[in-house]
Structure formats: C-alpha cells, structure tokens
C-alpha cells in the first residue's frame, strides 16, 4: 500500500504594519484638507504618497509627523495609539521626516549637522556645568553612520555648504536614518536634483530601507517613485484613493487614478496592494 502525503498549505502571514492612520480629519477654517483619510506603513517597505495638488497628502504628512493635529481619527504606531502635539513627540517617538528645505545648517560641519539639536555633551563637570561638546565622539558616530549608509563624503570637518545638492540632502537623509528608530518621511527628496544626484539620494533611500526602517517617499517625480516604491499610496480628494502595487501597474494607470480619469474598482486585483 502506498501511503498518500497531505500537503498543508500554511496560511499566509498578514504584513507587519508599523505606522496607521484611521479616519483622519483636518480642517483649514471652509476647507477641508483631510476628510477621513487611512494610511496604512508595512515594516521594511518604501511607501510612495502621490497627489494632485490639494489632494491632502501634505495635510496627511504633517499629521504623522506631528507637525499638525488632526481634527478627527487616530494614528497608531506598532498598534498602540499616538498623539502628536508637535514634531519633537513624534521624533521621540522614533519617527524622523526630511523636508524639502533639507533644514541643515550650511556653516557648520557635516557633524555637526548630524548631531544639531541633539548634541552630545563630555562627560562630569566638564558636560553638565560647562556644556562642553564632545566633539571627538560626535566625530566618530558621524564616520561611523555615513560609512554604514556607504555615503561617500571626504571629510565629516567640512562646511555643508561645500557639499553638492545631492550631497547635503544625503546628510539630511543620514541624520534621519541615524536616529529613526521606526519610520523615515522624506519629503520630496529628490526636487531640484539632477539625474546622478537623484539617483543617489534614491539608492540612499534604498539602503535606509534595508537597514530596517520602512520609508514614506512623498514625490511628484513618478519614474523615481516607481523605481523605488513597493507600494503606492494614491490621495485624492482628502482621502486614501487605492494603494497600488507598482510592479503590477502602469504608470499612466496610477497616474490616471491620481487624477480621478480612472476608477481604482475597474483595475485588475493584481494593480491594488
């Protein structure tokens, strides 16, 4: 007699979802920038977030990063619910965002930058009577994360303002992965670059990425959301309009829902993710 194997499929595993927004809210006096918006971050995943103009993706943006709070709905972080009052909540929380104004300080070191508003003090008296910085270690860790990062700088001494456009926002993008400890927002990364230096900041995105921390890419640079994303969140209208899978999709398609030509219900299920 020949016995017969039973093959048990294993039940699929749902995502890890590490940052979630539910029902969000956000009014501007008459108008209605936010109107029961979802948001949905996976671990280990770049999340692109695109938008016609006015579709409430900047609105949604500042609410997770807390630089606004919501009128209406909640933000969950690995489950638990969360609420910003301001960004340095959120930055404690361990979310990090890199604007497009890149905030750095183009006189002072690439050190420096790293460590502005978090400086490390010497230790004893020297630290917590006279606020000496310890430049030496701050020096170090600085070496240390843009070599992980493999962020190709000659010396982490010279003035940011030395630095390529590409380069000074691979600071900012450094200095946001050094001390994220869950989710990066970056913010139109890529604006005003040209293509090589684009394409490095994309490639930096990348290896964020890889490290761990899963990534929310806001961008009106389609190619480069492509090249990039695993999923796409589309906006409109306030609201959360599809996710989208970009492997699966075309891009004037997704184009095409972002701009309401399209209904997300007539794409195959193999577009939504």
Same mark, same amino acid.
């Given at each position: 007699?020949?016995?017969?194997?039973?093959?048990?499929?294993?039940?699929?595993?749902?995502? *890890?979802?590490?940052?979630?927004?539910?029902?969000?809210?956000?009014?501007?006096? #008459?108008?209605?920038?936010?109107?029961?918006?979802?948001?949905?971050?996976?671990?280990?995943?770049?999340?692109?977030?695109?938008?016609?103009?006015?579709?409430?993706?900047?609105?949604?943006?500042?609410?997770?990063?807390?630089?606004?709070?919501?009128?209406?709905?909640?933000?969950?972080?690995?489950?638990?619910? *969360? #609420?910003?009052?301001?960004?340095?909540?959120?930055?404690?929380?361990?979310?990090?965002?890199?604007?497009?104004?890149?905030?750095?300080?183009?006189?002072?070191?690439?050190?420096?930058?790293?460590?502005?508003?978090?400086?490390?003090?010497?230790?004893?008296?020297?630290?917590?009577?006279?606020?000496?910085?310890?430049?030496?270690?701050?020096?170090?860790?600085? %070496?240390?994360?843009?070599?992980?990062?493999?962020?190709?700088?000659?010396?982490? %001494?010279?003035?940011?303002?030395?630095?390529?456009?590409?380069?000074?926002?691979?600071?900012?993008?450094?200095?946001?992965?050094?001390?994220?400890? #869950?989710?990066?927002?970056?913010?139109?990364? %890529?604006?005003?670059?040209? *293509?090589?230096?684009?394409?490095?900041?994309?490639?930096?995105?990348?290896?964020?990425?890889?490290?761990?921390?899963?990534?929310?890419?806001?961008?009106?640079?389609?190619? #480069?959301?492509?090249?990039?994303?695993?999923?796409?969140?589309?906006?409109?209208?306030?609201?959360?309009?599809?996710?989208?899978?970009?492997?699966?999709?075309?891009?004037?398609?997704?184009?095409? *829902?972002? %701009?309401?030509?399209?209904?997300?219900?007539?794409?195959?299920?193999?577009?939504?993710?």
């Amino acid at each position: 007699m020949s016995a017969v194997l039973k093959v048990v499929e294993q039940p699929a595993q749902s995502p *890890v979802i590490v940052m979630q927004a539910k029902g969000l809210v956000k009014r501007y006096g #008459h108008v209605t920038a936010l109107d029961g918006a979802d948001f949905e971050l996976r671990a280990g995943e770049i999340l692109a977030v695109i938008g016609d103009n006015g579709a409430g993706k900047s609105s949604l943006i500042k609410c997770l990063s807390g630089a606004t709070v919501p009128d209406a709905g909640e933000i969950l972080l690995d489950g638990t619910p *969360v #609420h910003f009052k301001s960004p340095i909540d959120a930055r404690r929380a361990g979310i990090e965002t890199v604007y497009q104004d890149l905030a750095v300080a183009p006189a002072m070191t690439i050190a420096e930058n790293l460590f502005l508003g978090r400086e490390i003090r010497r230790a004893g008296v020297l630290g917590s009577l006279l606020r000496m910085l310890d430049k030496r270690q701050m020096l170090a860790q600085s %070496t240390a994360r843009m070599q992980d990062l493999k962020v190709g700088i000659r010396s982490m %001494t010279q003035a940011v303002e030395t630095l390529s456009g590409g380069q000074r926002q691979c600071v900012a993008v450094a200095r946001a992965a050094a001390f994220a400890q #869950h989710v990066v927002i970056m913010d139109e990364p %890529t604006a005003a670059l040209g *293509v090589k230096e684009g394409n490095m900041v994309l490639e930096l995105i990348r290896r964020v990425r890889d490290k761990g921390l899963p990534v929310v890419l806001i961008s009106h640079n389609m190619p #480069h959301v492509f090249e990039v994303a695993d999923r796409i969140h589309v906006a409109r209208l306030g609201k959360r309009a599809a996710v989208l899978n970009p492997k699966k999709i075309h891009m004037s398609d997704a184009v095409a *829902v972002m %701009t309401g030509a399209r209904a997300p219900e007539s794409l195959p299920a193999e577009c939504l993710a």
